[in-house]
Nanobody
Framework: QVQLVESGGGLVQPGGSLRLSCAVS????????MGWYRQAPGKQRELVAG???????IYADSVKGRFAISGDTAKNMVYLQMNSLKPEDTAVYYCNVVLTARLGSPGRVYWGQGTQVTVSS
């Protein structure tokens, strides 16, 4: 069983910073993709940032230059550094990974439970 647990969310003033962390645990052979998504009230869940192991990093246009995704596959951790936060960044942020549990098994998608980020003065 694979579990993803996010932490680091909270209330921050506009212009502030937060660092989200996601701990991935369970049966893990390799992590192929790590990403962060967010969902604001009344809106669809959207990609914030994603990184393919050994591949490119992608960001939503709205966060380019302000957010940075990183991962530590040795520790099975995913991070999202968020700087210059704006009220429109307010949302529940979800960690997402694609991983294989055993050699030769297909990759599967897993989601965390989400962490609330509120940007307000």
């Amino acid at each position: 069983q694979v579990q993803l647990v996010e932490s680091g969310g909270g209330l921050v003033q506009p212009g502030g910073s937060l660092r989200l962390s996601c701990a991935v645990s369970g049966s893990i052979f390799s992590i192929e993709y790590m990403g962060w998504y967010r969902q604001a009230p009344g809106k669809q869940r959207e990609l914030v940032a994603g990184i393919t192991t050994g591949g490119p990093t992608i960001y939503a246009d709205s966060v380019k230059g302000r957010f940075a995704i990183s991962g530590d596959t040795a520790k099975n951790m995913v991070y999202l550094q968020m700087n210059s936060l704006k009220p429109e960044d307010t949302a529940v942020y979800y960690c997402n990974v694609v991983l294989t549990a055993r050699l030769g098994s297909p990759g599967r998608v897993y989601w965390g439970q989400g962490t609330q980020v509120t940007v307000s003065s």
